[in-house]
């Protein structure tokens, strides 16, 4: 689903837009009632309409209308950009991913939130901080994520810990059952970022620092990454295919057959449990030496700087955050919910018995740099790895971790 994008030429916003930092803008600034819009990515499992109609029926003055975006993260991020930094108000809710908080914060494109009006307190607390920039509450959080490994039962006894187990488990299938061994999102965007950040952490290492201020990657444990990915493509055990995948083509490859193990978000659980039944397995990320280490991920409900209807949209935001709403999302939808309680009821256990290591995985997952210029460190992160898988070249892992390093220090030089 990606394609290497363009940068967006930074665009300096109009006076009277305060940006992070100003001390123009109120706690909340939000006023103006009526018909709002909702853009965030496309509703892949067709869950949102019925919540927005509860809405609709209740407030008939100020419907809110869904704008599917497309479903690749870069892409909606820059259909969003282009959107607020023409000033524009036809985008009122915006769904967005949690590591965007700091840019749109810092440009002026969504208004700060008061705590107060949200329970918080009973939401998952790293899923809370991918909220929160420079002290100030930016969104509301709405789904969170932490990647997983979907494995097939009856092809494995015992689901692996390991990389080296991955490895072995994965030789063995694709020789005996002629299937793909293991998968992730390795096309050369956002998810190959989260991809290769979830191998570093899971051989111990980190990329940046959590503030986003400093490069911590130590060459030698990004080639032990990298490495994993190499060595799976060259053993076979990871498809050559996998390269063109994003998060549906994995869903898919697994779901289908393809594979006996795929990395991918919870949202894939319900498609994949109504195709493979009993088959199913889902366990945490294996790492190096024990249980590998998640990308914190999900989605934050933030409002326009430029919406005329701003009241509605907090509104909004607050019955779309509920606990009856959050259920839903998790029943209806197969996406993390926010609030901590759901992950111990019982019943959804019952329904959904991966939440306890959902739960375990989220609160060990670590969140991706808060920076203005995430985008960019992605983007270097992505292509460096992408390179160095589709076109195998002299170079070691070792070097491909160094160069990237130094290209990542550049720009946190810069900003």
């Known amino acids: 689903m990606f394609r290497l994008l363009?940068?967006?030429?930074?665009?300096?916003?109009?006076?009277?837009?305060s940006a992070a930092g100003d001390e123009g803008g109120g706690e909340t600034g939000t006023g103006g009632t009526g018909p709002i819009t909702f853009a965030t990515g496309r509703d892949t499992t067709a869950y949102l309409q019925p919540l927005l109609d509860r809405w609709n029926q209740a407030h008939p003055a100020e419907k809110v209308t869904l704008l599917e975006l497309p479903e690749a993260a870069d892409e909606q991020r820059a259909q969003i950009a282009a959107n607020l930094q023409a000033q524009s108000s036809r985008y009122d809710v915006l769904g967005l991913d949690?590591?965007?908080t700091a840019e749109f914060a810092e440009n002026g494109w969504i208004i700060p939130l008061e705590r107060g009006l949200f329970p918080l307190?009973?939401?998952?607390?790293?899923?809370?901080?991918?909220?929160?920039?420079?002290?100030?509450?930016?969104?509301?959080?709405?789904t969170s994520n932490a990647g997983l490994l979907y494995y097939r039962k009856?092809?494995?006894?015992?689901?692996?810990?390991?990389?080296?187990?991955?490895?072995?488990?994965?030789?063995?299938?694709?020789?005996?059952?002629?299937?793909?061994?293991?998968?992730?999102?390795?096309?050369?965007?956002?998810?190959?970022?989260?991809?290769?950040?979830?191998?570093?952490?899971?051989?111990?290492?980190?990329?940046?620092s959590r503030d986003g201020t400093e490069v911590t990657l130590d060459p030698a444990k990004g080639g032990i990454a990298l490495d994993f990915l190499l060595q799976g493509l060259r053993e076979g055990w990871i498809p050559q295919e996998s390269l063109s995948y994003k998060e549906e083509e994995t869903r898919l490859a697994f779901q289908e057959g393809r594979l006996a193990f795929a990395r991918n978000w919870p949202h894939a659980y319900g498609p994949a449990r109504a195709e493979l039944g009993g088959k199913l397995g889902v366990t945490r990320l294996p790492g190096l030496d024990g249980p590998g280490s998640s990308t914190l991920g999900g989605a934050n409900l933030a409002i326009s700087a430029f919406s005329k209807h701003q009241h509605t949209a907090q509104e909004f935001i607050r019955y779309f955050t509920s606990l009856e709403n959050e259920r839903r999302v998790l029943t209806e939808g197969s996406f993390p919910p926010v609030w901590t309680e759901l992950y111990d009821d019982p019943e959804l256990i019952k329904r959904f018995p991966y939440l306890p290591v959902l739960k375990e995985s989220i609160l060990a997952a670590r969140p991706r740099p808060v920076s203005a210029n995430y985008n960019q460190l992605s983007l270097v992160?992505?292509?460096?790895?992408?390179?160095?898988?589709?076109?195998?070249?002299?170079?070691?892992?070792?070097?491909?971790?160094?160069?990237?390093?130094?290209?990542?220090?550049?720009?946190?030089?810069?900003?």
């Not at 363009?6 to 837009?17: D, E, I, K």
């Not at 990389?163 to 992730?184: C, N």
């Not at 491909?400 to 946190?412: D, F, G, Q, T």
């Open 154 to 208: 009856d092809l494995v006894k015992k689901p692996p810990r390991t990389w080296a187990e991955l490895r072995d488990q994965s030789r063995e299938i694709t020789k005996k059952h002629d299937i793909g061994g293991y998968a992730g999102q390795f096309l050369a965007y956002e998810g190959l970022t989260v991809n290769f950040s979830e191998a570093v952490q899971s051989a111990g290492g980190e990329i940046l």
């Open 6 to 17: 363009p940068m967006l030429l930074a665009v300096t916003l109009a006076a009277g837009c």
């Open 381 to 415: 992160i992505a292509s460096s790895v992408a390179k160095a898988l589709g076109n195998p070249s002299p170079e070691t892992a070792d070097d491909v971790a160094a160069s990237m390093k130094s290209e990542l220090e550049e720009i946190i030089r810069t900003q």
């Open 121 to 142: 307190d009973r939401f998952l607390p790293p899923v809370v901080e991918t909220a929160v920039y420079k002290d100030k509450l930016w969104a509301v959080p709405y």
């Open 98 to 100: 949690v590591v965007w």
